[in-house]
């Protein structure tokens, strides 16, 4: 671990102040910095510790939504009645995520920007473009069964590891942040961005930007969601394929539909004409098979992951069945529904 | 000596909870790397970023310059050691020449400790790690099995206490041929490392003079102690090795690691106190279970009698060292067949040597077995346990010898029993419910029942109390409970006066804590102790002035409730206190030794037996595969504790459904590095992941096995578990899975 000093901001307008710095890094919960840290991958000059601002309550938002506050917990978020009431899918993929003792510390801002899982990320001693830019990717060519099927590229093949932010991108959320010059709302399907030449950046958070809440609009989707996350074990492991969905459906017809993948590329995967494919239409397994495959149009293995081109195909389409059944996948019965 | 008062005592066979149980939930139980000492420094290893090659240079001024460090060794600077290869050789080590830390430029696998650096905080010593660089010449490099076959050989030196394959019986490849129906396929497993809770970690404790504390993370307190004598060129009074508790091991704490060398190196060099203490990571640059490349072929009549078996496998080795196990002897020893050959060869790959890890070699041959006896089965129309029954052996075939007891046709009508099988349809893909396929499989489990030469002391103070000392270690099996129990039985106490010593290397003589021997073997040397002290107690006690029992033959006096009474008249007795006081005795001491009875050896051998039955759910749409019931039957001798015991195979089970759907060591051949070295990404199994497991004991009486009836729990639990669950996942979906672990992807085919 390489030595770093420590402050505590006062208010959000220190934090950014601090941020000025490229190499300071705000810490929160802690539970993917401090392992970034101690494997060298991440080295901060200074940690700027934002846990004393008061950013960890859940607000009514203007036009009828709720604003989070970025240092919510990911468990006090899931817990909590009104996001349980009105936006089960997010409660389902936040509790889908990490384990008990992990969402009792990682933070609603801290999640959005955790980094990837790639093996090669977190071992300095293989060349990583995310990493080390220019180093090259070992993934290609390597062990790739954990990555990216979509929108990857020849730099970086790494996937985006959250289950929250599948959520948070199928229910359409902003993300509120500050920074120098002044607060701005980023929309979820900008938020992540692909790695193309730049793999090392994942996020369109500009320099000294702070998150300070994510807005979700009004609820949408009544009983009819999901959260459905595929993983080599049940719990605590990170999603090989999931799928996050919210569907409107009235009188046997779907008006509004948003779905997206988590596990398949370096942010969560959306397709806007996936989704219009299943409006003004039947919740029928017809209808569920085009837009699995208008989601996963472009989808390419690299070897050891080309199966997760049909498993996603095959998960779209029992996502949306459990959608549309109103019978969402549980994340504490033992199995998959 | 074996007698009614031992096999009906109030505590041999009685579900006690284990005696360390408190110690170890309220954090009182020292594990290596928590033990204190003064001014204590702190090691940090750096390892290689290559896999083969050499150290060009290694720059160590930046981290010695580093506030707090003591010292930075490395090859170039570390103090003289041993010279022979044989001073480096523990009890376990496999032939070859044993990896010797820092000792040249040599880059043997990736991950290799190349460097300690030496702090007098732990956070200033991981600070100046990260600033050791190091250039290397590398070189090339071979960590695909699958690339080496054709170099594979016969290993040319025999590990000591692991049986070379069978001779060949009859001609098997002409059995093969002229045999009705026949089936010849491969299976394999992937590498696998052990990853107990407690990472790897010595502290050394510097007594000043030289002399030595160790507490070390081992399986064999005097095994360590050995190896640091003769690698440091210590006496044996100078150096004490103490590890009362071990956080789990599964074999990896049976070699010394190379962090007892660094550490053990640097306390004699600074004459200070040193811990080195592994990160997750550094535990996968230890031993493992090897990359496995097994064919079985299976040939039988129409009836099913076994014709010709054929059991091939190739393992991966170190450079260094031909690390063997025992993988293709059980399927001469499972099933009686007139014809069967064996062979059993290396690789080398340029990796470190692997080692025993849970049921070592059992775990991979009997998968393969039973794996091809299910479709063998399924070639056959005939019922798995009938195809089993009709080939049961009754002797053992490889070493032409008679079983000392053999159950298993209990644990199969048992197992089925309790399991159910016989709801079990035998068509595939013919059970469902919901989505979900249900299939239903089961496997045998064999292990051998070894016992090893122990030694222990018992000694009965004037208050009453009796402590039970031995080296061996408990690794969480539950070892400290098994020896109260016994003791108690012996000497007629309630439990809570019985106190056990184990794990430090003063304590009367015990080989390594391992293949499931110790019950056995610890467990009969305690019993011999205590006879011997009851035999002097009741002695001292007809002896005294008076006393109630001075004419009563000694096999009519009994032990209880802390008095020594004649047998039919509870109330002509005199208490233990009393005796003692009567006798003028401070304590009554006996230290014995137990081993095998070497006669009963020469005309028969002992195996451990089970019968596993596993069901399945699989959402073949999604790959997802729940193992929804185990019911494990186990043949063991007598069960000392069944409480114990069901957790032992509780353990063996899990960790058999680890081995089936989850466990794997990423290897990227590429860079020749394992690459999921971390609990996140090498996953075992969680709680969500483990439904019903049922454990029973079928009763086996063996007066041979050892002197106490008892064969040992360590391994068997693991063993046919993969195999069932493979057979399981094949009756539901008709797929069969020969390589593990059975994942997602494999389930999909896609």
């Not at chain 2, 106190?273 to 279970?289: A, C, I, K, N, P």
């Amino acid at each position: 671990m390489n030595r770093f000093s420590y402050v505590r901001a006062a208010s959000a307008a220190e934090a950014v102040r601090e941020l000025a710095d490229p190499a300071a890094r705000i810490i929160a919960g802690g539970t993917n910095l401090l392992d970034l840290m101690k494997y060298a991958v991440e080295k901060p000059t200074r940690l700027v510790d934002i846990t004393h601002l008061p950013l960890a309550t859940i607000e009514d938002a203007p036009g009828g939504g709720v604003r989070i506050g970025a240092l919510v917990t990911n468990a006090a978020l899931a817990y909590d009645d009104r996001i349980a009431r009105d936006y089960p899918l997010l409660s389902s993929a936040l509790l889908a995520g990490a384990s008990p003792q992990l969402r009792n510390a990682a933070t609603t801002g801290g999640n959005l920007l955790q980094r990837t899982r790639c093996y090669y990320f977190y071992d300095p001693a293989t060349p990583c473009n995310k990493r080390e830019p220019g180093s090259g990717c070992s993934a290609i060519g390597g062990l790739n069964r954990i990555h990216a099927i979509l929108g990857a590229s020849e730099n970086c093949i790494a996937t985006h590891p959250s289950d929250m932010c599948v959520a948070l991108a199928a229910l359409e959320a902003v993300i509120h942040v500050e920074g120098p010059d002044g607060a701005r709302a980023i929309p979820m399907a900008d938020f992540h961005r692909l790695p193309g030449d730049s793999p090392e950046i994942d996020t369109t958070l500009r320099q000294g930007e702070l998150i300070t809440s994510v807005e979700l609009p009004p609820p949408a989707f009544g009983q009819n969601h999901t959260y459905l996350k595929l993983r080599d074990r049940l719990s605590y492991a990170f999603a090989l394929v999931s799928v996050a969905v919210g569907l409107n459906i009235e009188g046997g017809t779907i008006k509004k539909a948003r779905m997206a993948l988590g596990g398949v590329a370096h942010k969560p995967w959306r397709k806007p004409e996936a989704e219009q494919a299943l409006e003004g239409q039947a919740p029928t397994l017809e209808n569920f098979g085009r837009a699995a495959e208008l989601l996963l149009q472009g989808a390419r293995g690299h070897g050891h992951n080309d199966f997760k081109i049909e498993l996603a195909r095959r998960a779209i389409g029992r996502a949306l069945s459990q959608a549309a059944e109103a019978r969402p996948q549980s994340q504490t019965d033992k199995r998959i529904r | 000596m074996l007698n009614a008062e031992h096999t009906q005592g109030a505590h041999v066979g009685a579900p006690r909870s284990r005696v360390d149980g408190r110690l170890k939930v309220t954090g009182a139980a020292r594990y290596a790397a928590e033990f204190p000492a003064d001014s204590l420094l702190h090691g940090v290893i750096v390892s290689s970023a290559v896999t083969r090659g050499k150290i060009k240079r290694i720059h160590t001024g930046d981290a010695k310059a580093q506030p707090g460090v003591v010292e930075v060794f490395t090859h170039e600077n570390r103090p003289s050691t041993a010279w022979f290869d044989y001073k480096y050789r523990d009890e376990t080590a496999p032939p070859g020449s044993p990896f010797r830390p820092l000792y040249d430029d040599e880059i043997q696998f990736s991950g290799q400790a190349i460097a300690l650096v030496v702090a007098e905080t732990f956070e200033a010593a991981r600070a100046a790690a990260m600033l050791v660089r190091v250039e290397y010449t590398p070189a090339d490099h071979a960590t695909n099995l699958d690339l080496q076959l054709d170099e594979a050989y016969v290993p040319p030196k025999k590990r000591n206490g692991i049986k070379p394959p069978p001779k060949p019986r009859g001609d098997a490849e002409a059995a093969f041929a002229a045999a009705p129906v026949k089936l010849q396929n491969e299976y394999r497993v992937a590498i696998e490392h052990h990853n107990p809770m407690e990472p790897h970690a010595t502290t050394v404790v510097w007594k000043g003079g030289g002399k030595l504390t160790i507490h070390d993370k081992t399986q064999g307190s005097q095994n360590s102690q050995s190896y640091v004598t003769n690698v440091f060129g210590l006496s044996a009074d100078d150096v004490e090795v103490i590890s009362p508790f071990v956080g789990g091991a599964f074999g990896s704490g049976l070699r010394p690691q190379h962090q007892l060398f660094l550490a053990v190196m640097a306390a004699l060099q600074l004459e200070r106190s040193v811990r080195v203490e592994l990160t997750r990571d550094q535990t996968f640059t230890l031993g493992y279970r090897p990359c496995t490349i097994q064919q079985v072929s299976l040939a039988a009549n129409r009836d099913g009698k076994l014709q010709s078996v054929m059991h091939n496998a190739t393992a991966g080795t170190s450079r260094f060292e031909d690390y063997q196990e025992v993988v293709v002897n059980w399927s001469g020893l499972l099933y009686d067949s007139p014809n069967a050959s064996f062979d059993y060869r290396l690789a080398k790959l340029d990796t470190y040597t692997p080692s025993d890890m849970r049921a070592p070699g059992a775990t991979l041959g009997v998968f393969a077995l039973e794996a091809a006896m299910d479709e063998l089965s399924c070639e056959l129309g005939m019922d798995p346990i009938e195809l089993r029954l009709r080939n049961y052996a009754d002797r053992d075939e490889n070493d032409d010898k008679a079983f000392t007891s053999k159950e298993l046709r209990a644990c199969y009508r048992q197992g089925a029993e309790r399991f159910g099988w016989s709801r079990r349809s035998s068509k595939p893909r013919s059970m469902r419910e919901g989505r979900e396929l249900i299939g239903m499989g089961m496997a045998s489990g064999v292990w051998e029942a070894m016992m090893q030469k122990t030694a222990a002391r018992a000694t009965l103070t004037a208050d009453g109390k009796l402590e039970i000392a031995c080296a061996t270690a408990d690794i969480g099996t539950g070892t400290y409970t098994i020896l109260a129990q016994i003791a108690a039985d012996a000497l007629g106490l309630p439990l809570e006066r019985v106190s056990v010593k184990l794990g430090d290397s003063s304590l009367p003589k015990s080989p390594v804590e391992g293949g499931s021997w110790t019950a056995a073997s610890a467990g009969s040397a305690v019993q011999a102790a205590c006879d011997s002290v009851k035999q002097a107690l009741l002695t001292a006690a007809r002896g005294l002035e008076g006393s109630p029992l001075a004419n009563v033959d000694l096999d009519r006096i009994v032990l209880r409730d802390g008095r020594a009474e004649v047998a039919a008249h509870s109330s002509a007795g005199l208490a233990i206190e009393d005796i003692m006081r009567g006798a003028g005795k401070q304590k009554l001491e006996a230290e014995e030794s137990a081993a095998p009875s070497k006669t009963a050896m020469l005309t028969h051998v002992g195996y451990t037996h089970s019968a596993v039955f596993a069901e399945v759910r699989v959402d073949e749409e999604l790959g997802v595969v729940r193992v929804t019931r185990i019911v494990n039957a186990v043949a063991a001798g007598k069960i000392i504790n069944p409480k114990t015991a069901r957790s032992q195979i509780l353990g063996g089970v899990v960790m058999g459904i680890g081995m089936a759907l989850e466990e794997e060591t990423l290897v990227d051949h590429h860079l020749g590095r394992f690459m999921n070295h971390n609990l996140a990404e090498y996953h075992v199994p969680v709680n969500a992941d483990i439904h019903d497991i049922d454990v029973l004991f079928v009763e086996e009486h063996d007066e041979m096995v050892s002197p106490i009836g008892v064969k040992g729990l360590g391994e068997i639990g693991i063993v046919g578990t993969a195999a069932a669950i493979a057979n399981a996942i094949h009756h539901a979906t008709g797929k069969r899975m020969r390589d593990l672990p059975i994942t997602i992807d494999k389930i999909i085919g896609a």
